[in-house]
C-alpha cells in the first residue's frame, strides 16, 4: 500500500471515508490512484459510489457511465449479504475493505482484470454468501469460501472475528484473514487464465506437480490424514501440501503479502531502500528481513507474529515462479 494525501495535503489512510484534518469527505478514484475530496462542487465530476451513498460500505467513485452508479471494485460483486439481517451490513463493510486493498494491488503490479458482468468468460466476480437454515430443522447449507469457474465465493461470517478465530483454531491455522482468503483465492482465478500456456504449465509441473490429478481426492485426504510429514521442508503452509493447485494458490497469496508489505513499509519509511521491481529475488530477502523484526514488534506487544511463515529455497522458487506469472498477466491483461 502506497501512503496517500487529502487535497488539503493531510494523510489519510486507503480506507478513509473522511479527512481527520480539514473532516471533508473523501473518495478513492481508481483511474488516477489519489483521493478526492467530495463536495456539491465536484460531485457531479466525482460522483460516490452508490454503495457508499445508500450503505456506507464504500470508499471509492463511481465509474464514469456506469450502471447502478457503482464504483469499480464494486461492480465485481454478483451477490452481496442478505441486508435484511443488521448485522450483515458492517460483514459486508470488512469484505469490501478486504476485496478493495485486492483490486488495488492488482492494479499496482500492473494487473488488469474486468467483472464478469462485462467479460462472461474470463471475468471475476465475487458472492459474499452466509449460510442458510433448510427446512429440516437443524440442518444447515453450508457456505465454503473458495473459487470455481470465474467467482469467488466469501462466507460472510469470515467478517466476524470470532467465528474467524474458530475456524482458524479448526483448521490447525496460524493466520487467516478476510485479505489473506481473497488473496489465495485470486491465485486460482488468474492461474485460470494461463493454465493452458504450455511452457508456464511445465514450471508449473515442476514446481508444483501435476495439476490435472483428483483434487476432490487430494482435499478428502489432507483432511482425513493431515498435511504430509515433510511440509515445512516444501511448502508455505500446512495446507499447501494438499494439492498443487493449493500449493500455487497458497504462494500466489505471499507474493501479494509481500509485494504489498514492502510497498508499505518503504511508503512509510520502515525500509530505506526500494528492492527493484525487475530482481524480486531482492523483494524476498527484504521481507525476511523486515518481517522478523515486525515479529519481535508484535511479540514485544503480547501479540501473536505478524507473520509465521518460513522461506526456505524451495518456497522462494515457487515465489519467484509467482513473479514471473505476474509479468505474463501484466502483459497479457493491458
Known sequence: MISFLCECGAPVSFDYEHCMSCGSRIGFDPLAMKFRTISEDSFEQYPLCENARNYEVCNWIASPNAQEGLCLGCQFNRFIPNLGKTENLARWKVLERAKKRLLFSLLRLGITIKPGHELRDTGLLFDFLEDQCNITPHEMSSV????????????????????RVEQKVAANEVYR???GHMRHESGHYLWSLLKNRSQLSEKFRNLFGEENQNYSEALEAFYQEGAKPDWPENFITH???SNPLEDWAETWGHYLHITDGIETAKHFGLINEYPLAENFASTIESWKDITIKLNEMNRSMGKEDLYPFTINDVTRRKLLFADEVKGVLASDLN
Do not use: F, R
Open 144 to 163: 465454503t469460501t473458495g473459487y470455481l469457474n470465474g467467482v469467488i465465493t466469501i462466507n460472510v461470517l469470515e467478517a466476524e472475528p470470532v467465528s
Open 177 to 179: 484473514t478476510v485479505l
Open 239 to 241: 495446507y499447501a501440501s
